[in-house]
């Protein structure tokens, strides 16, 4: 068997709505190879091929670059993967996921690398994609906690309008019929197996200094990851507490979080400048949790801090320890803006949502079929 060692290895993708499902498959690329590079493509490129990304690709650059697997980001990566890419870059092979990527014109965008046989494959994160989440956006549900009946909401674009609630379930507002393998998506498993290959697994040195931050991080975006880089440079290790569901949805509302707490855990501990993560932490900063994890400092962004049920301050026990310090990220970016650029445009990622799973849905009969014939023959 060949060494890893001194072995590049290239991935390239729109990476937009960067989520643990792309972190799984750089991980798993990374796994390969000593070197990752990553190719990132422009805005242009994915809007002629795919229809418009969510992000800009200013924010999906920083966002790649933020994923702790990746050593280098190579912007403005073509479309389709050459031989040219690979040699430029003294990359070995590509890696990619074991779904589809296709051209406007329907052409397998790794087959140039695939004939030459520089072409490693690894599995797809079941239950997520870019498409599932945009689609949890556009009719803001709950079917990713709960599977049930039907319930289609049409939000306006200036505001949403749906009241606080904790239950509930929808699908994700598409007719019941054949669905993409690739992005039609089922409920995503969290397993303790891949939160381990998420994680670091190193404790902190006694003499770390230890900066907790909590909070929902729902959509990991741009601005969490600027706040987190933030919060890391106030110490050594950097310790994230994410509430749990009903917790978020009690201060955010209107449906929130987008993404359950298993999802979320694994999106944070993607992030280069995460140590730890605590899952389902309590919303108010208590003493137990300071003295436990010997934290020296806790930290919160410029967002607004709402009280906790009984009215108090969430941050009352750190303040008055004088552990207690705002960030500024430099960031304004929020999950609520995120949502509001896809309610938006809500009819063009619509329609770019059906135009993908129709094109996706073609190849793969097409793959089944030719799979069928070649056992007959």
């Known amino acids: 068997m060949d060494s890893k060692e ?14 643990f499902g792309h972190a799984n498959s750089l991980r798993q690329a990374k796994a390969l190879g000593q070197k990752l590079i990553v190719g990132v493509h422009t805005d242009a490129e994915i809007t002629k091929h795919k229809g418009p990304p969510v992000f800009t690709e200013q924010e999906r650059y ?14 403005n990566a073509p479309y389709v993967t050459t031989l040219d890419t690979l040699d430029e870059y ?40 870019t498409t599932d989440l945009v689609g949890r956006m556009l009719l803001m549900t709950r079917n990713h906690f709960r599977q049930g ?28 019929k054949a669905r993409s393998p690739w992005t039609g998506c089922s ?18 040195a006694e003499t770390d200094r ?26 050594d290790y950097l310790i994230v507490g994410l509430h749990t569901d009903p917790v978020v949805n009690q201060y955010k509302g209107s449906n929130y979080p987008i993404m359950n707490l298993h999802e979320r855990t694994l999106s944070v501990l993607a992030c280069k400048y ?23 400092i806790v930290c919160h962004g410029k967002t607004p801090i709402s009280n906790d049920v009984d009215s108090s301050d969430p941050y009352a026990i750190p303040k008055i320890m004088g552990k207690f310090e705002i960030l500024d990220s430099g960031s304004d970016m929020t999950t609520e803006q995120i949502v509001e650029r896809i309610i938006r445009h809500r009819l063009e990622y619509e329609n770019r949502n059906k135009r993908k799973e129709k094109k996706e849905l073609e190849a793969y009969e097409a793959f089944q079929k030719a799979k069928e014939a070649e056992k007959a023959g």
């Open 6 to 19: 001194g072995v590049r290895v290239w991935c390239d993708g729109c990476y937009d709505m960067m989520h």
């Open 210 to 235: 230890i900066v907790y931050v909590a909070g929902a991080f729902d959509l990991f975006h741009v601005g969490h990851l600027e706040f987190l880089e933030k919060a890391k440079q106030m110490g």
């Open 187 to 204: 409920q995503f498993l969290p397993t303790t197996q891949k939160i381990i290959q998420f994680s670091d697994g190193k404790a902190p």
């Open 149 to 176: 009946t039907q319930e289609y909401l049409i939000e306006k674009e200036e505001k949403l309008i749906r009241k606080p609630r904790i239950s509930g379930s929808s699908t994700m507002g598409q007719d019941a």
């Open 274 to 296: 995460v140590n730890e993560v605590v899952i389902g932490a309590p919303y108010s900063v208590t003493k137990d949790l300071m003295d436990h994890f010997k934290v020296s």
């Open 62 to 75: 920083k966002m790649v670059r933020g994923i702790k697997w990746v050593d280098e980001v190579i912007e």
């Open 90 to 129: 003294n990359c070995d092979f590509c890696v990619h996921g074991d779904d589809l990527t296709m051209t406007a014109d329907g052409v397998d965008t790794y087959h140039m690398v695939k004939t030459a046989k520089r072409y490693r494959e690894v599995p797809r994160t079941a239950g997520i994609s």
